[in-house]
């Protein structure tokens, strides 16, 4: 599989995470008829907050993939921030849903480690790219 290959893998995986969350959000809003924002529930709180969360997030770590790409980076490295990602906003979802205790803590983490990893990691390739 090329970089960009690997890249459009992680996309995809997260294209099919963010309309299940879009979903959990869907299904508090039907089941206790909340039509506009959140309905002073607590729980359509945390649901509309773990699909923001990862929308406000998502965009920026696929970039850096696709920066990593660009840059000709390795491939284990793009897995490795891909998968870190993609199972931290999955945790960080699982932890805002009350069925993980800390999730919510592992999957921030997880990725403010990934957006560091991939800064310097993008950085490293920038200062050393050389062009054929």
């Known amino acids: 599989m090329t ?25 508090v809003r039907l089941g206790k008829k909340i039509n506009l924002g959140d309905g002073g529930d607590d729980l359509m709180v945390s649901r509309i907050r773990a699909h923001g969360n990862f929308t406000e997030n998502a965009p920026l770590a696929l970039l850096g993939l696709l920066a990593i790409a660009f840059l000709n980076g390795n491939a284990i490295a793009l897995h490795v921030f891909g998968a870190a990602f993609f199972i931290g906003r999955i945790l ?39 062009a054929v």
């Not at 893998?9 to 879009?22: C, E, Q, R, S, V």
């Open 3 to 27: 970089t960009f290959g690997i890249v459009g893998f992680y996309i995809a995986l997260n294209m099919i995470l963010a309309p299940i969350l879009m979903f959990r959000v869907g299904q």
């Open 92 to 130: 960080h979802a699982m932890g805002m849903a009350g069925s993980f205790g800390q999730g919510r803590l592992v999957g921030t983490l997880t990725t403010l480690l990934v957006y560091f990893g991939q800064a310097i990691y993008i950085l490293y390739l920038v200062f050393t790219f050389n």
